[in-house]
């Protein structure tokens, strides 16, 4: 297995995914539409590993692209990065939501059949437990009900590929279902880079920090958690990446269809995080606290043993660690990746 298709590779976690598995010696095939990222990543990409990846800007949704990408390229594996990702824009949006992530998808999957590549990663969310009924939650825990359309797409696309799979045991089908990612490339060359306002945590305090923004919003702090703020499972881009190749080692053993929680298994609490990232910056960071935000939940945080203990992964980078890559990433890069 050398030939690896990453859609979605331009993007905060497929960027950081790429440059692993080139510095891991696989080849990357990049499909990305770059609704949400910039060819700028390609030549950073470039500048740390040496290395060229062959880019097609193609939206997965269009299946004659899609038909040219893998006629022209022989891939052993799909990591399916591409994809809405925002839970508050997809409850303004479903349709779009539903329509990128699963259309896209679908189209997918279908493409790849043809051209006979059935191996597949897959980027799904923790937002698919919902409101979780056990903490740590394992991959055990039902998926919660109250989920907005983000989540609800993440559901549906692990259900596609876990029938698809069912149906065709050729298949190999790992699912990711990623806690909170963070951080940035050590080198502060790659990064995260939203649009407009983040609606994240982190990126929200970075942009702060910087002093884009005038101060954190804190949604509520009347939580039942010790100082009253949301706790979450934060965790570092680079060990994701990291889970990625492990996965792959996983398809190549022909593991058919499996679940893994990629979280640390330690929840902060949002003070926590601002306290961790003035420390990181040498900053203040001013807050406001204000109402809840709808559909949060007071905490969420993983048992990641299960990536332990079929992947041989665990995270590295501890919570000071992210918040000084995050703001290294910030202050080398204020406007992102625009010049
Ligand atoms: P991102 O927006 O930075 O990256 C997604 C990439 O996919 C972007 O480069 C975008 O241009 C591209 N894309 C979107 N729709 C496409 C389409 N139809 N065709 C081709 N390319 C398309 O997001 P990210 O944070 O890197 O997330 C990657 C994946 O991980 C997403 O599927 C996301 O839902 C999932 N995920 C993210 C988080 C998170 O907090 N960042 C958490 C859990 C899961
Ligand atoms: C973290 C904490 C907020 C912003 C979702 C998905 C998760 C992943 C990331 C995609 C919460 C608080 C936030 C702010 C705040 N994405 N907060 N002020 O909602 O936990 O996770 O996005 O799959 O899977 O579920 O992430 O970073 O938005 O919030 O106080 O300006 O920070 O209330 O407690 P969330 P987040």
Not at 84 to 90: A, I, M, R, V
Not at 177 to 200: M, T, V
Not at 274 to 293: D, L, N, S, T
């Amino acid at each position: 297995m050398k030939k690896i298709l990453i859609t979605g590779g331009l993007g905060y976690i497929g960027s950081h995914t790429v440059v692993a598995l080139l510095d891991a010696g696989y080849q990357a095939i990049v499909v990305d539409n770059l609704s949400n990222s910039d060819k700028e990543v390609l030549n950073r990409i470039k500048e740390l590993t040496g290395k060229q990846v062959s880019f097609y800007q193609v939206d997965i949704r269009d299946r004659a692209g899609l038909n040219h990408v893998f006629r022209k390229e022989t891939c052993d594996c799909v990591i399916h990065f591409a994809g809405l990702k925002s839970l508050e824009e997809s409850i303004y949006k479903p349709w779009e939501y539903y329509d990128n992530n699963v259309g896209g998808t679908l189209t997918l999957i279908d493409v790849m059949r043809e051209y006979g590549c059935k191996n597949m990663i897959f980027s799904s969310s923790a937002a698919v437990y919902g409101t979780p009924e056990q903490l740590p939650i394992t991959e055990e825990c039902p998926k919660g009900e109250r989920m907005n359309p983000y989540a609800q797409t993440k559901s549906m696309q692990e259900q596609i590929l876990m029938d698809i799979q069912k149906a065709d045991p050729d298949w190999n089908v790992v699912l990711l279902r990623y806690f909170n990612p963070i951080g940035a490339h050590k080198s502060g060359l790659l990064g995260e880079d939203p649009q407009g306002i983040p609606n994240n945590l982190l990126p929200y305090i970075t942009q702060v920090a910087i002093g884009k923004l005038p101060y954190l919003k804190i949604f509520g702090n009347d939580y039942d958690t010790p100082d009253g703020t949301g706790i979450r499972d934060y965790i570092h881009v680079l060990d994701l990446a990291n889970g990625h190749l492990k996965a792959l080692s996983r398809i190549q053993a022909n593991c058919g269809c499996e679940v893994f929680n990629l979280g640390t298994g330690t929840g902060y609490s949002v003070l926590e995080m601002v306290h961790y990232f003035e420390q990181a910056c040498g900053k203040k960071i001013p807050y406001q606290i204000e109402p809840r935000r709808l559909g949060d939940v007071a905490a969420c945080f993983a048992d990641p043993s299960k990536a332990k203990r079929l992947l041989g992964w665990e995270a590295q980078n501890g919570v000071l660690e992210m918040c000084k890559d995050a703001w290294r990433w910030q202050n080398k890069n204020p406007n992102g990746y625009k010049k």
